[in-house]
């Protein structure tokens, strides 16, 4: 690409949560952004600012394939796969393929066009971990066969499918392993802890942790997040040096589930109850990401406080509460 000429990006999965803030902040660089979705857990609403953007295209197609002919860029995000586990477990076959046919189609897709390509992997690639926090270099305890095997072995797949083709020299890529993150757009109805603690909370009801409450998390805001992923793509290895491996994106400050709800509760002031319910099978008991890699390769670390990005969370789903947002759109 030349100097001055318009950036093409795609983004697989741009309709989700988080694809939908990366294409906010693409196309704010000044990027023109393709957009592909099937809309199995991605909403139209996150979309709907961009309706009259001239530079934001929306594409209708699961990365399963095939992917339309006329898709070109020069960059793409792989973000395509349902991340909140009672939706990826609704359909766990349609996940692994996801995982494994949609990257191999956009990795394809990527070195026809000679396009940079960065895969949304997770910290799930760590399964339940023995070593603490977690750092690259821990190739992770994963149960294969357990429920959460479609995302976590997909993801796992898809990471050497990545690096497979980078060794074969097919394609320039990035992998980022994403810990938890929260923020405005998560869907109320995902069944992940921040959003079903804070819709529970602002609307009274019981509030659900799951065994104890002693298991950890580290929770990271959305914009910091689409910050890392957007230097993990523009980072560009030393000449005829080896490509990065894969970088822990994530927020390393760990608190307990428990303690979690303990600060919902008390920035919403609500009198909801908290009830236990059953610890799902394989829940990992801690996770905490060892960053030491993503500040040393892209000068990153999350910046937003849990009690600042918490306020804007709750503020965004208490908007989306009110009565008028619930009326269907015209
Ligand atoms: P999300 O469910 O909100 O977004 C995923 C998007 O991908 C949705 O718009 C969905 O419709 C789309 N999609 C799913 N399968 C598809 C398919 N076969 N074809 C086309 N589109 C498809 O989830 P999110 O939280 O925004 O996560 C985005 C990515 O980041 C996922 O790959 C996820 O695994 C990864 N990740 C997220 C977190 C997190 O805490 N949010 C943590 C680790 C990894
Ligand atoms: N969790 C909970 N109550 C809920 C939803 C989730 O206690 O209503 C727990 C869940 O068992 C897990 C943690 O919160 O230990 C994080 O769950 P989430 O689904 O958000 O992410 P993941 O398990 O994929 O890290």
Redesign the pocket.
Known sequence: MKNGETRHVLV?????????HLCDALLAEGAHVVC????????RE?LRHLAREPRFDLVE????GPLPTRLRADAVF???????PP?YQADPE??M??NVV?TRNLLRLAEACGARFLQ?????VYGDPESHPQAEGYWGNVNPTGPRAC?DEG?RAAEALCFDFARAGRAEVRVA??????GP???AD?G?VVSNVVTQALAGEDITVYGDGCQTRSF?YASD?VEGLMRLMAHERARGGPPPGPVNLGNPVELSVAELVERVVALTGTRSAVVNRPLPEDDPRRRRPDISRAAALLGWAPRTPLETGLRATIAWFAEERRPERAAPLP
């Open positions: 697989a999965g741009g309709a989700g949560f988080l694809g939908s592909l979705d099937n809309f199995g857990t991605g909403r996150n197609a699961d990365v399963i792989n973000l395509a796969c349902a991340a909140s939706l349609h996940t393929l996801t949609g949304a992997s997770t910290s799930e995302y993801k392993r994403i810990f938890n993150t929260y757009r998560m869907r995902d992940r990271c997040m």
